[in-house]
């Protein structure tokens, strides 16, 4: 059964991903890629930390590890093409429910406080010194 993976790509090879020169990624597989998964692979602007809200959708078509790192794979992409609409809102409120879940857990733990429309980390407390 294929499985969906997000992954972030800086914004000169998400260029070279869309114009069908850049047909491959090399990933460290740290998250068990299969031939056949789908990719939804997200422009994000390293410098503003920030995701630019562009996105293409490809299917790995062939994987090996030759005279790569431990761990790294090479994945070929086909089928590039313009995420839809539908998938970029998907991927999205994954992304918002992942930071929803974050922030339960943080006042859950009171690793946070609100304080208006901001949220503060309350600083753990120091240890003790001997």
Known sequence: MSKEHTLKLAPGYFAEVMSGNKTFEIRN??????????LVLREYDIYNDSYTGRALAARIGYMCDYEQRPGFVVLALLDVKQASSEEQMADALRVKSALVDCLMHLRKHKMIREDGYKIVLIDPPSEPTI
């Open 29 to 38: 597989n740290d998250r068990d890629f299969h031939e056949g998964d789908r």
